[in-house]
């Protein structure tokens, strides 16, 4: 049994520390009642703040996992569950060497079987919050879009529904079953009052514009004139204050919504490039002329709001853990 960590790992310390005393327990490395080594002489071992491991180990502690009898030292609990016989333990062990060979067969790392397994154990297969999702959103693309992005980043069933559909949807199953309603800041309010009713619970997350359209009007030559078309004059706006927090001031804007029409046949004729949101983007693609630059304004969840939701998640289901435990 010898601890190591990955100072370049994306998992924290910490919580490669858990892990490892978890992965020795289920390999046969460690037993109940066997020491773990002080926090002082592992945290100079592996190189590490001594808090680090202390954070560890408490935290194994919570989970039922270790007791530390004072001044004796920190041992592997001995009223653990009954373990399976160390030949099927052996024979997990085999099962997960093959699943790693075969993930690299396939083009993934050790790391990325690592985040499928923990994303599926940790968020899908848990009963509670978290299972299911539910993503409302006020238009069909947006939806999509959001839906598959949230699915992908979490490893969770996501269902989705229209704002303006949701009122009428509250009996459907789908929307009685999800664990938890999310949406973006634009919706919130409206998706609140709807979701007291109903007796959940809404986790806001924002939207951003995506890395490579702010790259491409980044790149615009200074003085390009850059329309900017959306359904409605407000969703326009609202792109041309994205830009202006982005710090995009070097080329001229002009916003139109796709209800006026006199308005965006002008904007057409003026911009040299066209800059549509998802959901006017079939429309202005037929409108625009076929010698100007159409981008599509893409806005993708907010990277921080979907850690926040995924930690936010794995907190509910550890806490529904410790609850069984009880």
Same mark, same amino acid.
């Given at each position: 049994?010898?601890?190591?960590?990955?100072?370049?790992?994306?998992?924290? $310390?910490?919580?490669?520390?858990?892990?490892?005393?978890?992965? @020795?327990?289920?390999?046969?490395?460690?037993?109940?009642?066997?020491? %773990?080594?002080?926090?002082?002489?592992?945290?100079?071992?592996?190189?590490?703040?001594?808090?680090?491991?202390?954070?560890?180990?408490?935290?194994?502690?919570?989970?039922?996992? $270790?007791?530390?009898?004072?001044? #004796?030292?920190?041992?592997?609990? +001995?009223?653990?569950? /009954? !373990?399976?016989?160390?030949?099927?333990?052996?024979?997990?062990?085999?099962?997960?060497? +093959?699943?790693?060979?075969?993930?690299?067969? !396939?083009?993934?790392?050790?790391?990325?079987? @690592?985040?499928?397994?923990?994303? #599926?154990?940790?968020?899908?297969?848990?009963?509670?919050?978290?299972?299911?999702?539910?993503?409302?959103?006020?238009?069909?693309?947006?939806?999509?879009?959001?839906?598959?992005?949230?699915?992908?980043?979490?490893?969770?069933?996501?269902?989705?529904?229209?704002?303006?559909? !949701?009122?009428?949807?509250? +009996?459907?199953?789908?929307?009685?079953?999800?664990?938890?309603?999310?949406?973006? @800041?634009?919706?919130?309010?409206?998706?609140?009052?709807?979701?007291?009713?109903?007796?959940?619970?809404?986790?806001?997350?924002?939207?951003?514009?995506?890395?490579? $359209?702010?790259? #491409?009007?980044?790149q615009l030559p200074a003085g390009t004139k850059v329309g900017l078309v959306c359904a409605v004059a #407000?969703?326009?706006?609202?792109?041309?204050?994205?830009?202006?927090?982005?710090?995009?001031?070097?080329?001229?804007?002009?916003?139109?919504?796709?209800? +006026?029409?006199?308005?965006?046949?002008? %904007? !057409?004729?003026?911009?040299?490039?066209?800059?549509?949101?998802?959901?006017?983007? /079939?429309?202005?693609?037929?409108?625009?002329?076929?010698?100007?630059?159409?981008?599509?304004?893409?806005?993708?969840l907010d990277k921080a709001g979907v850690r926040l939701l995924k930690d936010y998640l794995a907190e509910r289901a550890s806490l529904r853990r410790g609850a069984e435990r009880e």
């Amino acid at each position: 049994m010898e601890f190591q960590i990955d100072k370049g790992s994306e998992l924290p $310390i910490y919580q490669q520390l858990k892990e490892q005393v978890k992965y @020795f327990m289920l390999s046969g490395g460690l037993k109940p009642g066997d020491k %773990l080594p002080p926090p002082k002489d592992l945290a100079g071992y592996l190189r590490i703040n001594r808090n680090t491991v202390i954070v560890a180990y408490k935290e194994l502690e919570k989970e039922g996992l $270790i007791v530390t009898k004072h001044g #004796q030292g920190t041992y592997l609990a +001995e009223n653990l569950p /009954a !373990l399976p016989g160390d030949g099927r333990r052996r024979e997990l062990v085999a099962v997960a060497a +093959e699943a790693i060979e075969r993930a690299k067969e !396939l083009g993934f790392s050790a790391r990325d079987l @690592f985040t499928v397994v923990y994303g #599926q154990a940790v968020l899908r297969l848990e009963r509670g919050i978290g299972r299911r999702l539910l993503f409302v959103e006020c238009n069909r693309p947006d939806l999509d879009f959001y839906v598959a992005e949230l699915s992908e980043a979490l490893g969770v069933e996501v269902t989705g529904c229209l704002v303006a559909e !949701l009122p009428e949807m509250l +009996e459907n199953d789908a929307v009685r079953s999800a664990d938890l309603w999310v949406t973006t @800041f634009f919706h919130v309010e409206d998706v609140k009052a709807l979701a007291e009713a109903a007796g959940k619970e809404v986790f806001a997350v924002m939207v951003s514009p995506a890395l490579d $359209i702010l790259m #491409q009007l980044g790149q615009l030559p200074a003085g390009t004139k850059v329309g900017l078309v959306c359904a409605v004059a #407000q969703g326009a706006e609202s792109m041309r204050g994205s830009l202006a927090a982005a710090g995009i001031d070097h080329v001229e804007i002009a916003c139109a919504g796709l209800n +006026e029409a006199a308005k965006l046949e002008a %904007l !057409l004729g003026w911009a040299d490039v066209v800059v549509s949101s998802r959901m006017a983007l /079939a429309e202005a693609g037929k409108l625009t002329p076929k010698h100007r630059v159409l981008l599509n304004f893409a806005e993708c969840l907010d990277k921080a709001g979907v850690r926040l939701l995924k930690d936010y998640l794995a907190e509910r289901a550890s806490l529904r853990r410790g609850a069984e435990r009880e």
